[in-house]
């Protein structure tokens, strides 16, 4: 079953997120073939990325929107997230994260990407992927995660 | 998301976390767990029975926390991992720094067992 969510308020999105999540843990609805783990897994990518448009993403003058999709597709699930912001040099902002883990005392902050890329398959980032007719732009961050992969990562804190 | 801290012993806190321990909240959580350690508190058991979200930010305080304690011989324990957090935990193997223990009081437990083994040793060095 498809589901597609928008969120406008930056201040409520990161629990409007997690209730949806909730929701699918519950089981109200299915997010098959994803087990709980991978589940789990999905609310933390998902989670990742829209703390990161939360907290760095500039919207200018429009009114935020980020748009959540997630759908099963055979063995995984793929996921979605759109939204009007200005977007972001996603490879320059990754190579930062790779050097600063690397660093002899790395900092506490600045995983974020490195986290999703490893715990998913497929991410990929697209900007601008559409024009509204408002003018605004639309970007879009893409991944799956697979029902039979158990994901860990190696990355220092 | 209020993070509660309610001192267990006088070296001993215990940390509910709460709802969530995120990009929101982590700086609250790291001056909270800062003024104790200035008040002599060395260890900390976190208390996640309730949370459902634990991010890389929030995470990453964690370590903070873990890297300040380590070298004052003080430790950061789990308690009561909840399902959310346990997979962050499996996830990025945090479970090979950070000990995990069923309850609270089990995790004190061993803290105060600990601080005696240690305080034998010293007493009979």
Known sequence: ???????????????????????????????????????????????????????????????????????????????????????????????????????????????????????????????????????????????SISAHRKPWLDIPF | MSITIQNASADTAVVCIGKALDFRNAKDFKEACQSRIQDGIRNFVLDFSGTGILDSTGLGAIFSLYRQLTPLGGQVVFAAVSRPVQVVVQLTRTYK???????????????????????SRAGAA
């Open chain 2, 97 to 119: 720094v950070f000990r995990q223990y069923p309850t609270v009081t089990a995790a004190h437990e061993q803290i105060l067992s600990r601080s005696t083994t240690n305080g």
């Open chain 1, 1 to 143: 079953m498809p589901q597609s969510v928008q969120f406008r308020d930056l201040s409520t999105v990161i629990d409007e997120l997690h209730g949806l999540f909730e929701r699918w843990e519950r089981g109200e609805a299915s997010l098959l073939p994803l087990d709980d783990f991978n589940l789990q897994v999905m609310k933390f990518a998902v989670h990742e990325w829209v703390a990161n448009l939360v907290q760095h993403a500039d919207f200018g003058a429009h009114l935020p929107l980020i748009q959540v999709a997630i759908q099963p597709n055979g063995e995984r699930v793929h996921c979605m997230i759109e939204d009007n912001s200005r977007g972001f040099d996603f490879n320059h902002q990754l190579v930062k994260q790779q050097q600063a883990v690397e660093a002899v005392l790395p900092p506490d902050r600045g995983r974020g990407l490195l986290i999703m890329i490893a715990c998913t398959e497929d991410l990929r980032y697209y900007q601008p992927v559409a024009v509204t007719q408002a003018g605004g732009q639309r970007h879009r961050l893409e991944f």
